[in-house]
C-alpha cells in the first residue's frame, strides 16, 4: 500500500453508492480496486485531515479499451471556497496504468476534489486511486 496525504482519508462523492465499488477504494493505495460513479459527471472529494502544501497529484482511472477521462481537480483550506488546479475537461489523453500525473504550483490545501466530467468509454467514471503528495515529498515515485 502505497501512503500519501490521500491514503485512508475519509472521502464524499456526488455519487450514489455502487455495491463493490465504494468512494473509499479511490484512497485505499491499491490500483487493483477503483470507485464507480455513473453517471458523470461526479465528484469524489478527500479531506486530507490537516492543512499542508501540496504540488504533486496522481489520479489513476480504469485502463481498458483506449479510453480517456476529463476532469478538474480543485484544492480547498475550508471545503468551500476552491481553485481549479488542473484543467484536464478537454483532455482526449489516454488511460494508461501510469495514471495522470500533475505536478501543480505549491499551494496549501486541506480537501481536493475532483470532477470527473467524462469518460470516452462508457457513462461511468471511475478512479483506482487519488495520490496527493506534500511539496516536500513530492517527485517521489510511488510503488506501484
Known amino acids: 500500500m502505497d501512503k500519501t496525504l490521500s491514503t485512508g482519508k475519509p472521502v464524499t462523492t456526488s455519487a450514489a453508492p455502487t455495491e463493490g465499488y465504494p468512494a473509499g477504494n479511490a484512497v485505499d ?10 453517471p458523470y459527471p461526479q465528484w469524489l472529494q478527500v479531506d486530507l485531515e490537516k492543512v499542508a502544501t501540496i504540488n504533486e497529484i496522481h489520479l489513476h482511472g480504469y485502463v ?3 479510453r480517456y477521462y476529463q476532469y478538474t481537480i480543485e484544492t480547498s483550506l475550508d471545503g468551500e471556497q476552491w481553485t481549479t488546479v488542473v484543467d484536464e475537461s478537454k483532455s482526449m489523453h489516454e488511460s ?13 490545501a486541506r480537501h481536493v476534489r475532483v470532477k470527473m466530467l467524462k469518460n470516452s468509454a462508457n457513462p461511468g467514471v471511475h478512479i483506482r ?7 516536500d515529498h513530492a517527485g517521489s515515485s510511488p510503488a506501484e
Open 29 to 38: 493505495g491499491i490500483l487493483d480496486t477503483y470507485w464507480d460513479g455513473t
Open 64 to 66: 481498458a479499451n483506449r
Open 96 to 108: 494508461t496504468k501510469e495514471g495522470y500525473r500533475h505536478t501543480v504550483k505549491p499551494i496549501r
Open 129 to 135: 486511486e487519488l495520490r496527493v503528495f506534500e511539496a
